[in-house]
């Protein structure tokens, strides 16, 4: 039993790492916007998350992190019998409460500072002289007064120097961003770690922007933008994040910073552990093309092996592939789908018909299914056939009808394999 579990755990291991091994090839140069709500700097879990930061720089990602610094600021202000005073939901700074603002800052850098560069000097890491830049990037202005209320020392951010960043993360230094701001008059204004971390991701056109979230986030797996802005009411960290959905970042994620690996996981995994907001969907159904080959072909290939699916050369699959349908979840290929043409131009053939074990949930089978027949029905078809030896009480369960061989078209009759023996189903397209 020992021997068992040490086999799955050395499995598992290696699962990982050949997952892995094309995202840590793709993020390496790319720009990653990391930012962390103070409340996530007090956890157990953020000495962890600084070294995996650390695995994922070293990895070659370029880094951005933004932290935040509210309940820090409040502890400080509460010390002091000092009123916390907000305004819908943001501060309202007056000159005690900046005073705490910038103490906190001053606090946090250091820490962070002090973990990463401790985390870099690891020997299991070959951080090759990476170092953590942290300085006056941000220009600010005051935000002014709102509803009659005067928000003092809060401030918007006016422009992000993205030039002096980019300056250092092409050194290989990790930049580190406060949530604070200077005017040119002189004046240092609090800002939210939010906007803060939105203007710099839109700035250097950052290729992921992540939220870590000290709260469980209760949000689905990949929503669009649209998507999202329908559960902004119930998520205040998602309500700020819809406000980057004009900006260049392609993908935004986020994330429990209590999940353990939680930014392991959602980098270098397809699946990932958080909720991730895209502008386009995640998981595309559409028409495969010739580029589509060779992933169709790793997709069918064990079940060609298996005897469930005829086996089809590349040769064949480069001669049909305008008849097949595929799923595809981060560009590779979970699911497909073949509609054929018959002798008989009512019937349509669902052939190669397939979804990869891991992603049998979710309906991908019924989706895909209901694809096809979508497009059997723009074709003029009123039947659709499906051979199959041993998927047929999923299909009867989907309104396919038992068929004898003398229902086949002429085509299929003459090609029948009775050594296979598969049975024969029909689906009225009028009943789906």
Known sequence: MEGVIAQEKNYNRVSFFREAAPYIYSHRGKTFVIAFAGEVITTNQFQQIVHDLAIISSLGARLVLVHGTRPQINKLLL?????????????????????????????????????????????????????????NFITARPLGIHDGIDYGFSGLVRKINHNLIKQQLDAHNIVLLSPIGYSPTGEAYN?????????????????????????????????????????????????????????????????????????????????GIGSMISAERFELLRVANIADISGIMELIRPLENAGILIERSREQLELEISNFHIITRDQKIIGCAALYNTDNPQIGELACFAVQPHYRGNNRGNKLLKHVVQVAQTQGKTKLLVLTTQTTDWFRERGFIKGTIEELPPNKKSLYNYQRNSQILFKPLNEN
Do not use: W
């Open 191 to 271: 800002l939210r770690y939010e906007e803060v971390a939105i203007v710099a991701a839109n700035a250097l056109k950052a290729d992921k922007l992540i939220f870590l979230s000290h709260q469980p986030l209760n949000l689905p797996h990949a929503l669009t933008l649209d998507e999202a802005k329908t559960h902004t009411p119930e998520n205040e960290l998602l309500s700020s994040v819809i406000e980057v959905s004009e900006t260049q970042v392609e993908r935004i994620h986020l994330l429990n910073a209590n999940i353990d690996g939680g930014l392991l996981l959602e980098l270098y995994t397809r699946d």
């Open 79 to 135: 010390q002091n019998n000092t009123p916390i005073y907000l305004h819908k939901g943001i501060r309202i700074t007056d000159p005690p409460a900046l005073l705490a603002a910038q103490e906190a800052i001053g606090f946090l850098r250091i820490r962070i500072e002090n973990l990463l560069t401790y985390a870099l000097n690891q020997p299991s890491l070959s951080s090759n002289g990476l170092g953590i830049i942290s300085g």
